[in-house]
T-cell receptor, first 112, second 116 residues
Framework: LAKTTQPVSMDSYEGQEVNITCSHN???????ITWYQQFPSQGPRFIIQ???TKVTNEVASLFIPADRKSSTLSLPRVSLSDTAVYYC?????????????FGGGTRLMVKP | DSGVTQTPKHLITATGQRVTLRCSPR?????VYWYQQSLDQGLQFLIH???????AKGNILERFSAQQFPDLHSELNLSSLELGDSALYFC???????????????FGPGTRLLVL
């Protein structure tokens, strides 16, 4: 499974746009990219998923360049409630026992 | 609400004891995953079941075991508990494993275990 690398932490201010980039150099041809958000003492929550170019939903946008070796989660106009840990995952678990793993994620702190 | 339920929400027990955590996946989901998260730590994958069969093991201690029943609910058994086992235990479910290289896991609210 593709290994992912993302910043350990980021700081932002309310109202700003936040972009979190994840590197996944060995992404496989059929792998999708999925982002999750986790608040303290809660389970991770699915935010967005994509394969290429751009995906947008009511919460975020996901930008994936043509080579797919990285992806950027974009959170528009963040608020204090967006303070959380954000995880980038690539691909899926398979029948051979290879598991998706949640790395350390990116700890986003939104300040007033 | 993810549709995944976990019981109990909180559990306080003593060292050396045994506890059972229960998870009911979303309707239709065949895969169940168990994770452990200690204070301010990342999610540690423990074990994965698919349609009743164990598919993968992560960093699961020998004192821990799990199973998935015919109705697809799952139980995680923790025995000979130690202080260091205190953590949040999450269960997640997904519709399928492998295949199309696209997977979304839906997490339950977790069980907070405190070993005294």
């Amino acid at each position: 499974l593709a290994k992912t690398t993302q910043p350990v932490s980021m700081d932002s201010y309310e109202g700003q746009e936040v972009n979190i980039t994840c590197s996944h150099n060995n992404i496989a041809t059929n792998d999708y990219i999925t982002w999750y958000q986790q608040f303290p003492s809660q389970g991770p929550r699915f935010i967005i998923q994509g394969y290429k170019t751009k995906v947008t939903n009511e919460v975020a946008s996901l930008f994936i360049p043509a080579d797919r070796k990285s992806s950027t989660l974009s959170l528009p106009r963040v608020s204090l409630s967006d303070t959380a840990v954000y995880y980038c995952l690539v691909g899926a678990s398979n029948n051979a026992g290879n598991m998706l793993t949640f790395g350390g994620g990116t700890r986003l702190m939104v300040k007033p | 609400d993810s549709g995944v339920t976990q019981t109990p929400k909180h559990l306080i027990t003593a060292t050396g004891q045994r506890v059972t955590l229960r998870c009911s996946p979303r309707s239709g989901d065949l895969s169940v995953y168990w994770y452990q998260q200690s204070l301010d730590q990342g999610l540690q994958f423990l074990i994965h079941y698919y349609n009743g069969e164990e598919r993968a093991k992560g960093n699961i201690l020998e004192r821990f075991s799990a199973q998935q029943f015919p109705d697809l609910h799952s139980e995680l058994n923790l025995s000979s508990l130690e202080l260091g086992d205190s953590a949040l235990y999450f269960c997640a479910s997904s519709l399928r494993t492998g295949g199309d290289r696209k997977e979304t896991q839906y997490f339950g609210p977790g069980t907070r275990l405190l070993v005294l």
